[in-house]
């Protein structure tokens, strides 16, 4: 399974940001994707995460109400749509899945594949 994150950037505070991952893998596989960021210096972090079906949503209380996860199966793509961002929120972001359908845990253990990561910095 791969995986590849974008969308990173340079903005300022307050601005929005929408990231993208792309997953590949075997045919008919499904994926719960998750979120995660890591700044200097602290430890990977979650953010949020989607199961295969876009019912189940999860979010780090830091981002709840400002980001938005979702799907789209058939583009093998899950969005991170972050509004209102910070410059706490300043940090590589990666994706990651899990096999299965379900989100089975917000550590970073619980995802298999990880992705290479996008850089988002936020100015004050």
């Known amino acids: 399974v791969q995986l590849q994150a974008s969308g990173g950037g340079l903005v300022q505070a307050g601005a929005s940001l929408k990231l993208s991952c792309l997953y590949s893998g075997p045919t008919l596989s499904t994926y719960a994707i998750a979120w995660f960021r890591q700044s200097p210096g602290k430890e990977r972090e979650f953010v949020s995460a989607?199961?295969?079906?876009?019912?189940?949503?999860y979010y780090a209380d830091s981002v709840k109400g400002r980001f938005t996860i979702s799907r789209h199966n058939a583009k093998n793509t899950v969005y991170l749509q972050m509004n209102g961002l910070k410059p706490e929120d300043t940090a590589v972001y990666y994706c990651?899945?899990?096999?299965?359908?379900?989100?089975?845990?917000?550590?970073?253990?619980?995802?298999?594949?990880w992705g290479q990561g996008t850089l988002v910095t936020v100015s004050s």
């Open positions: 990651a899945a899990d096999p299965g359908t379900r989100v089975s845990g917000t550590a970073v253990g619980d995802y298999r594949y």
């Open positions: 989607i199961s295969w079906t876009g019912s189940g949503t």
